[in-house]
């Protein structure tokens, strides 16, 4: 398919879509939040659990930010592992464990503390010399995973795999990376289609990278976006730069219309 034909396409879809149309996304309920701090908090958590199927994620973000008494902030900077780790003893949702919530929780109480906002950590990996994210977010999970010396393990330390880890992926390790990708997308894109929140406007949204899951990966080499065919970090990458020749600025506006169009099912692509 020429690439004209697939800018047109892409475009007619990505202007289908608007903030109107988000449900069911993780990120309308990280809309309920109203205050930026409030936002980057439900915001990592809501990514660390997109995965499987939408409205269960949905429910199980509900029970979380319920669990934290509505307000993922305050609950977070006060956060005392003797006192509220049983909160969560009850949760379960796929591979994820009350416990896994309980660290995340821990590792963002610890950046919050030394930065701030979430945002301020990430900047500080941040360089505007680089062709995108990858360096940054490398930084970002890296430093979380660096900071607790107490966790809801056994040992209290970190499993070697699986648990938190399954939230903190690193680009340094090939992974895609999509729900990170995700978070990001959310924290710095401030498009016309209202969907994303712009709280993190220091990064050009043509740094970022798409979030990779198997709906876009499936599109993505349906209309030539990519050769690769595993779902890794040298496919985002590869899929971002096909996008950047339609939009240099912000090639990663297609996500969401591509991922809800493989979602719903929709025909016109392939």
Request: with cysteine; net charge negative.
């Amino acid at each position: 398919m020429p690439a004209a034909s697939i800018k047109d396409q892409l475009d007619d879809l990505y202007h289908t879509f608007d903030v109107s149309m988000l449900s069911p996304d993780p990120l309308q309920v990280v809309r309920t939040f109203h205050t930026p701090e409030d936002r980057e908090v439900a915001g990592i958590i809501a990514a660390s659990l997109a995965y499987g199927r939408v409205e269960l994620i949905i429910k199980a973000l509900e029970e979380v930010f319920q669990l934290m008494d509505n307000q993922p902030y305050r609950f977070t900077m006060a956060f005392d592992l003797n006192r509220d780790a049983g909160r969560f003893d009850g949760f379960v949702y796929r591979l994820s464990r009350g416990r896994d919530i309980v660290a995340l929780i821990l590792m963002l109480q610890k950046m919050l503390r030394e930065s701030g906002r979430l945002g301020a950590a990430f900047l500080d990996g941040f360089d505007a010399n680089d062709r995108d994210t990858g360096e940054a977010m490398t930084g970002f999970v890296e430093r979380l995973l660096d900071y607790p010396r107490e966790l809801p393990y056994s040992g209290g330390c970190l499993p070697e795999r699986g648990g938190v880890r399954y939230f903190l992926p690193s680009p340094r390790s090939g992974s895609a990376c999509k729900r990170l990708n995700l978070f990001v997308r959310w924290m710095v894109r401030n498009g016309p289609d209202g969907i994303d929140l712009g709280l993190w406007p220091e990064i050009p949204t043509s740094k970022l990278i798409i979030p990779v899951d198997t709906h876009i990966a499936r599109l993505a080499r349906a209309i030539g976006l990519t050769g690769r065919k595993q779902p890794d970090w040298k496919m985002a990458a590869e899929i971002t730069d096909a996008l950047r020749r339609f939009d240099p600025d912000d090639p990663v506006k297609y996500d969401f219309a591509l991922c809800h169009w493989g979602m719903r099912q929709v025909r016109g692509l392939e």
